[in-house]
């Protein structure tokens, strides 16, 4: 598997405070699948003041420690780039990394308030040619309210990754209950862990396997934890990259039309 959003980088944000939980941390995800992990501390200005040399500077340093314990986990930078107004000025100006240089980013939106101009702020971001790649929607306290914008943005080309943990309830029911909505309504476009320690918000992906491939099939589910975060080490046009199953030709429709396509295999909370 390829997790494309961690906060393994030791003492940078709320993530790993030691370089001895950072190194456990990857002993985790080795052993359960995970061979490329990005490293994405928050940035949010005023709170979390990392930028790409720093962030550089980290995984290189953290990588060079995993090489000397062999444990076999290539790193690569990114970051959770909070969605504040001066966002694209950083990413233009390389301030914010992409995930591993490519056209995507990890963007977190506000966890408890939807942020003004929501929609409006990704597409603008968007039109400069650069994907986000929004985290963890099923977690955001006010996606009850605005679920149609995540169709939306999904439709016109904005990426959605799910925490894995989510999958299995580790984060209530609530979100449970929308990671099931969005994988069923086919707009899902990979699963990270979010990890933050070794404890409860560790990196952990794989015991959401059985749910996405007895709801989704085989394919589909090794596209979310494998195939699409490649293409995106890779840089690949997403217009390349397998469509989501709510986004495949045949099936835009039910979005436009806000009419449920998916057969409800998962289970209700
Ligand atoms: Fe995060």
Redesign the pocket.
């Known amino acids: 598997m390829i997790d494309l959003?961690t906060?393994i980088l030791p003492a940078i944000d709320d993530g790993a405070k030691t370089l001895e939980v950072s190194l456990e941390m990857a002993r985790i995800a080795v052993s359960d699948g995970t061979s490329v992990m990005a490293c994405?501390p928050?940035i949010y200005p005023g709170l979390y003041m990392n930028d790409s040399p720093g962030i550089h500077a980290a995984r290189d340093k953290l990588q060079h420690a995993l090489d000397t314990f062999h444990i076999p986990l290539k790193l690569v930078v990114g970051a959770?780039a909070h969605l504040v107004p001066e966002l694209l000025d950083g990413l233009s100006k390389g301030r914010v990394p992409t995930l591993h240089g490519s056209r995507y980013f990890l963007l977190?939106p506000s966890h408890h308030v939807a942020p003004p101009q929501f929609e409006n702020s990704v597409f603008q971001i968007m039109a400069a040619g650069y994907v986000p790649v929004i985290?963890h929607p099923e977690r955001l306290v006010w996606i009850e309210h605005h679920y149609p914008a995540f169709l939306e943005l999904a439709r016109r080309g904005a990426w959605l990754q799910l925490t894995a943990g989510s999958i299995v309830g580790k984060f209530g029911k609530p979100a449970r209950y929308w990671s099931e909505k969005l994988l069923g309504d086919g707009v899902v476009h990979l699963i990270a862990s979010?990890a933050h320690n070794t404890s409860k918000r560790n990196p952990v992906m794989s015991d959401a396997l059985p749910t996405l491939e007895s709801a989704l099939g085989k394919e589909e589910a090794q596209r979310l934890v494998l195939d699409r975060p490649r293409a995106i080490l890779d840089n690949k046009d997403p217009g390349e990259v397998a469509a989501v199953p709510g986004l495949a030709d045949s099936s835009t429709s039910h979005l436009r039309a806000g009419q449920p396509w998916f057969k409800r295999w998962f289970r209700r909370v």
């Open positions: 959003h906060h994405t928050h959770d977190e985290t979010d």
